[in-house]
């Protein structure tokens, strides 16, 4: 018998603070993957940078009185999710400040490289 080969996905993460009802779904979807046996990268971008940082993300909410998106970062990594961020040029990161999820600082070369290996490829 042959086994199904894992499909790998890179979810691209791009909504930040400014947009915060579209900051829940990109790691409910990566959750949803990773417990159909997917391996899911969340790579966080630009603005969504932002929710790596432990105060944002756990004040920030997608919907008023709803759970913080940490609440949805922390069921993605107890799923097996992977968890990168950018490094952005000429920004200062305080590691002290960064969630304990993240996995990894990455460039954007990494991504690019990402992009041409994964099976699939979402923007969230």
Known sequence: ????????????????????ARCAAPFYTATLLACMEAEVTLFLSGEAGQLAITEVAENLRAVAGGEPIRHFIQQAKQAGVRILLCRAPGVTLEPERLIPELDEIASGGELAQMILEYDRVVSL
């Open 1 to 20: 018998m042959t086994a199904t080969p894992v499909q790998r996905v890179l979810v691209l993460v791009s909504s930040g603070p400014s947009t915060p």
